[in-house]
């Protein structure tokens, strides 16, 4: 992809943030939850953001995700201050959406910031864009991951960080602590949507074919509990029936691409379902004029992907 091409979609993505953010900014926060997964590992579910994890080390406490506002994440840090004196020292982000990023600012200056490479640059392409939700150039990553897997030991805690391909976004890390057999997926999966409609951002060059090979990886790992990038902890099971409903879909939407069906007609054939327990979406609300097209949904990221594949054979 060209520097114009990145400039301008991250243009379109924050300029887009500004209403989401604003909606978001009207409803109030969910209630940050602290879960004990293991007597040195929490889970801060929900609040403002996506959800956290929270490894108590020797010295120092790690956390995976900074929620998305600095009220939000000065919630979390009060929440591990009454577990722990220790102070947080490092930061993995797990992806570059503002809602695990944004809270960063609340967290001491000193704190190493961690995440792919892919991260870094969709955040620095947000900040050159000048778009609303973007972190502050003071705040970027000090470091990033460039391997498909590097082991990492961080005050005594022994890592695994992933990346099996681009899937909700270029950038996206998986953070494995083989030790006590925990995966931090980030929004790689969520439990507040359908199985086999995961979110994945196109314009952050996220891919559906990327996504069904990160979650075969996870499935692989020797891991019994995946906290995911929003709603409730996850298992094994739920991570492969994901997988299966998602390569039906996608099958799916492949057989009838090679039929020669238009996207219209996929779309109709293929709806996105609810999330679990959600009643039926209501009608959108109109969007305003000069408001950006929104994401692609996951059939039309999918439909962009087997076309472009299909006419380079």
């Known amino acids: ?113 961690i995440t792919h490479q892919n991260n870094k640059k969709e955040q620095e392409a947000a900040i050159a864009a000048g778009g609303r939700g973007a972190p502050p150039a003071d705040r970027l990553p000090q470091q990033v991951v460039t391997k498909n897997k590097e082991e990492m030991t961080i005050d005594g805690v022994k890592l695994e960080l992933l990346h099996f391909a681009p899937a909700h976004t270029s950038g996206d890390l998986i953070v494995y602590y083989p030790a006590e057999k925990i995966v931090s997926t980030g929004d790689i999966v969520t439990t507040n949507r359908a199985d086999d409609n995961p979110n994945v951002h196109f314009e952050k060059n996220g891919s559906t074919e990327g996504w069904l090979a990160n979650v075969k990886g996870m499935i692989a790992l020797n891991a019994d509990t995946y906290v995911v990038g929003h709603g409730d902890l996850a298992t094994k099971a739920d991570l492969q029936r994901k997988f299966t409903a998602t390569t039906e879909r996608r099958n799916k939407i492949a057989a009838m691409v090679k039929q020669g069906k238009s996207l219209d007609e996929i779309k109709a054939a293929l709806p996105d379902l609810p999330a679990p327990g959600a009643p039926p979406a209501a009608a959108p609300a109109p969007r305003p004029a000069n408001a950006p097209p929104p994401p692609l949904t996951f059939v039309e990221t999918a439909y962009r992907e087997i076309t472009k594949t299909s006419s380079s054979n």
Request: with cysteine.
């Open 1 to 113: 992809m060209t520097k114009n091409k990145v400039f301008c979609s991250a243009i379109a993505l924050f300029v887009g943030s500004i209403f989401a953010m604003s909606a978001w900014a009207q409803q109030p926060a969910p209630k940050l939850t602290m879960k004990m997964l293991k007597p040195d590992v929490w889970v801060g579910l929900g609040g403002a953001g996506g959800n956290s994890t929270n490894i108590i080390a020797k010295n120092s406490v790690i956390v995976v995700d900074a929620k998305q506002t600095e009220p939000g994440a000065k919630d979390l840090l009060a929440e591990i201050a009454k577990i722990t004196p220790k102070p947080v020292k490092t930061v993995f982000i797990t992806h570059s959406d503002g809602d695990h990023v944004n809270g960063i600012v609340a967290f001491p200056k000193d704190v190493k910031v």
